[in-house]
């Protein structure tokens, strides 16, 4: 396995939209292992492929406190259930900063596992958020894009800035 590097805001390949994966092989398992790795290794609860800047629609998460139930999403879709819900959300790709954002609090969600399996779930709480979180990367959509303007340019500015002297 691999870590692999995560893009940071405001990088531009964050905005590419991700493309369906067309065979469940072992070089997506690979990936799927190598994304859970980094996931892991950088203290998140969700990595989309986007964010390692591999274009194909792959997530992985995991929500435990032990770290010991990984799910994989490749292809997700879903479908918007429910009343909305404002809640504090952060990013790999948005490092350090935290910001409420609103999305449903319940999903429908149909995708395959690490071994091309189809399956569904509904979820809700944090996993229905997390799931909405990490298929918007796959679309080339941040969180950051539901904030104000002037609340999204002082982020970028930060980071910007972070860039440089980290360069």
Do not use: W
């Not at 940071?8 to 994304?35: G, S």
């Not at 997530?59 to 009343?83: F, K, Q, T, W």
């Not at 395959?112 to 996993?127: K, M, S």
């Amino acid at each position: 396995m691999a870590r692999l590097e995560i893009l940071e805001f405001p990088d531009p390949r964050l905005r590419t939209k991700a493309q369906p994966v067309a065979v469940v092989d072992a070089a997506i398992q690979q990936l799927v292992d190598d994304m859970l790795e980094t996931m892991y290794d950088a203290d998140g609860i969700g990595l989309a492929a986007t964010q390692v800047n591999v274009h194909k629609r792959v997530v992985v998460m995991d929500l435990s406190s032990a770290r010991e139930e990984p799910r994989v999403l490749i292809n997700p879709e879903i479908e918007l259930l429910g009343a909305t819900v404002e809640s504090q959300e952060g990013c790999l790709s948005v490092p350090e900063f935290y910001e409420p954002v609103t999305r449903h609090e319940r999903i429908r969600l149909e995708a395959l596992d690490r071994d091309g399996q189809p399956y569904e779930l509904e979820a809700e709480g944090l996993l229905a958020v997390c799931i909405q979180h990490e298929c918007d990367h796959l679309l080339g959509k941040l969180f950051v894009d539901y904030l104000s303007g002037l609340k999204r340019q002082r982020i970028r500015k930060k980071l910007e800035k972070r860039h440089r002297q980290s360069a």
